[in-house]
């Protein structure tokens, strides 16, 4: 939304727009990119040239010795964050096939099959072509027209 607005000045706002897509939790893992790839959270750009607690209380080499325990779990973190990615996939294809109606055709009924066109169809144009005579049932789901 914001690279829209900025038209040909989108250069000067997509480091904001990268910084917000690399810090912001993702609904599949409840992680931010940015944390799957250093096991810890970023400090915020307003948080940089402030005076805050994480930068007051800021120590070398705590820094250096908690990245490398951090570091050292992060295949933890990625492995948690893959399963929820994959029961998320799940609770989305769930969904989504409660809503399918298998449609099964006899030898003989009138179908409508989808325009397949190599140029893009225009929004008035017919996206269906037919009607196309079932003539075989060649499997599952599979005719022959």
Request: charged share 30%; aromatic share 10%.
């Amino acid at each position: 939304m914001r690279l829209g607005t900025a038209k040909g000045a989108w250069v000067d706002e997509l480091p904001i727009v990268l910084w917000d897509y690399h810090t912001t939790p993702r609904t599949t893992t409840r992680e931010t990119p940015f944390s799957l790839s250093y096991r810890t959270e970023s400090v915020a750009l307003v948080e940089v040239g402030e005076l805050n607690w994480r930068v007051k209380h800021y120590d070398l080499e705590a820094n250096e010795q908690g990245l490398r325990v951090n570091l050292d779990f992060v295949e933890e973190v990625r492995e948690r964050a893959s399963v929820r990615a994959a029961m998320y996939k799940a609770r989305m294809a769930k969904a989504y096939n409660s809503r399918v109606r298998p449609r099964n055709f006899q030898v003989g009924d009138l179908v409508m099959r989808k325009a397949e066109t190599s140029s893009p169809i225009g929004k008035l144009d017919s996206k269906w072509e037919g009607p196309y005579k079932v003539t075989e049932i060649v499997g599952t789901g599979a005719y022959k027209l």
